[in-house]
């Protein structure tokens, strides 16, 4: 089955239980206090040097998104949701699939009243053929859930673009 969930809802790597995503930039139990062009005797440890908070708890990450799938999602979430112009989906999307998207942007499909900002909840992808990736995104505002479809194509000079976008009804 060509069937792909991208995104872990708990227990993932670098993931605490209560859902923080902590970050990961080195190996772990490392206490070198050097830090590249620092000279050694700064006195900062490293881990006040990867971006801990006081009290030596670290801050939240978002997990690393440079799947096609994932870059995309965020983008039509922002065009959708008014966060972002339409055009600047104008080099990553072709033909009718600018269209469809002009017209859900002026739909306010994912704007939402109260200043609740729609995030990305879960994604997931078919491989319909080789270059060819058939996506659904679960975009979640408050309490309210809508899904997304679309359809990413590689194109002869190897970038990704969507020829056609689904909002549901």
């Given at each position: ?132 990736l058939e ?11 809508r899904a ?22």
């Amino acid at each position: 089955m060509n069937k792909v969930m991208t995104r872990v809802r708990s227990g993932g790597a670098g993931e605490r239980p209560g859902g923080t995503v902590v970050a990961r930039r080195r190996p772990p139990g490392r206490r070198d206090a050097r830090r590249p062009g620092g000279g050694g005797g700064s006195g900062v440890t490293a881990r006040e040097g990867a971006g801990a908070r006081a009290g030596g708890v670290p801050r939240r990450v978002a997990p690393p998104s440079d799947r096609p799938t994932d870059v995309f999602a965020e983008r039509l979430v922002g065009v959708l949701s008014g966060q972002l112009p339409v055009h600047s989906m104008l080099r990553h999307t072709v033909g009718r699939a600018y269209d469809d998207l002009a017209r859900l942007a002026e739909r306010g499909v994912l704007r939402t009243r109260g200043g609740v900002r729609p995030v990305v909840r879960d994604i997931g992808y078919y491989v319909a053929r080789a270059g060819a990736l058939e996506v659904f995104v679960r975009v979640g505002a408050g309490e309210r859930v809508r899904a997304l479809a679309f359809r990413l194509e590689r194109g002869e000079d190897r970038r990704w673009r969507c020829v056609a976008i689904d909002a549901g009804p």
